[in-house]
């Protein structure tokens, strides 16, 4: 007999982000996905420092049962390259699973891309709400100087798929620039996708 959900309620602190009885920390170095970058030289050169590129906190699930999870993202300011310091990235396993984010603090985008490769990028700024579409991947970056937080809910059986974007990562980069972050192709991705 699955676990029933029961009512549940934690505390969430607004500007750092912080879940006071979180289930679960992970903790994303940049030797947890050197991989993600597209400039190698940075990463090496950064790799000696190996920061933390952000922290996600989840919830206690109060059951097993179906639900949601309910958890906060910070992702910290800094670059590797031109790349702003971001998620990993995946969509979900379960190809009818939406997710909502709400930013708490900070300055971000947030990258989606459906399964036909069309890209979205939204800016994450605090108040902003984005509905991430079932069938979407999706990736955030901090483009400000301090820690951007969000807020995430998705349903529990929505599972990550991460492997296909490891290797050529999503169809577009988001690089810092003189006039701020610029979308762009990413060529390994395309590289990637020639018969
Ligand atoms: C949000 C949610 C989580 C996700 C986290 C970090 O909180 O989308 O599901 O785990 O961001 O993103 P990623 O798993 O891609 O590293
Ligand atoms: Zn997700």
Excluded: C
């Excluded at 933390?52 to 958890?71: E, K």
């Amino acid at each position: 007999m699955p676990t029933p959900i029961l009512p549940g309620v934690a505390h969430l602190d607004l500007a750092t982000g912080v879940i006071t009885e979180a289930a679960e920390v992970i903790e994303r170095r940049l030797s947890d996905m050197p991989q993600s970058y597209h400039d190698q030289a940075a990463v090496r050169a950064l790799l000696v420092e190996n920061p933390v590129l952000y922290r996600v906190y989840t919830m206690p699930q109060p059951g097993d049962a179906g639900g949601w999870f309910v958890a906060t993202s910070i992702v910290g300011p800094g670059r590797v390259g031109t790349e702003y310091f971001m998620t990993k990235g995946h969509s979900h396993a379960q190809d009818t699973a939406p997710e909502v984010y709400l930013t708490l603090n900070g300055n971000g985008m947030l990258l989606m891309q459906s399964r036909a490769d069309e890209s979205v990028a939204q800016w994450m700024k605090p108040g902003t709400i984005h509905y991430i579409s079932a069938g979407w991947a999706h990736r955030t970056m901090n483009v400000g100087s301090e820690p951007l937080v969000f807020f995430a809910v998705w349903p529990v059986d929505a599972g990550h798929d991460y492997e296909t974007y490891a290797e050529r990562g999503f169809a577009k980069l988001i690089l810092a620039s003189d006039d701020g972050p610029r979308v762009v192709d990413n060529p390994k991705y395309a590289k990637a996708a020639a018969p």
